[in-house]
Nanobody, 117 residues
């Protein structure tokens, strides 16, 4: 089970931190990710992190502004978003990819992020 939180309404240039609490299984060798979907657009990848080593990957559009992290003790995956832009407005979803899977297998319910310009 994935529970995302931390969304809200902010102004351009502000920061926001999203958090996703993961439960129900161990996440050894899993990949944790954040995706987003803006109105009228397809869902897109934002960032990911490997549970074991903490290796990160980012979409070009957020590199240098967003930081993904995980806390093994708390079973959480956070997304620190800085210098937000209006185009970051979307519903943000956390997701988990099982080992050896090509796709993300578990999804949270989403949290709305709205950036006003």
């Amino acid at each position: 089970q994935l529970q995302a939180s931390g969304g809200g309404l902010v102004q351009a240039g502000d920061s926001l931190r999203l958090s996703c609490v993961a439960s129900g299984r161990t996440f050894t060798n899993h990949i944790m990710g954040w995706f987003r979907q803006a109105p009228g657009k397809e869902r897109e990848f934002v960032a990911s992190i490997t549970w074991n080593l903490g290796t990160t990957n980012y979409a070009d559009s957020v590199k240098g502004r967003f930081t993904i992290s995980r806390d093994k003790a708390k079973n959480t995956v956070d997304l620190q978003m800085n210098t937000l832009k209006s185009e970051d407005t979307a519903i943000y979803y956390c997701a988990v990819q099982r080992p050896m899977s090509r796709n993300y297998n578990y999804w949270g319910q989403g949290t709305q992020v709205t950036v006003s310009s």
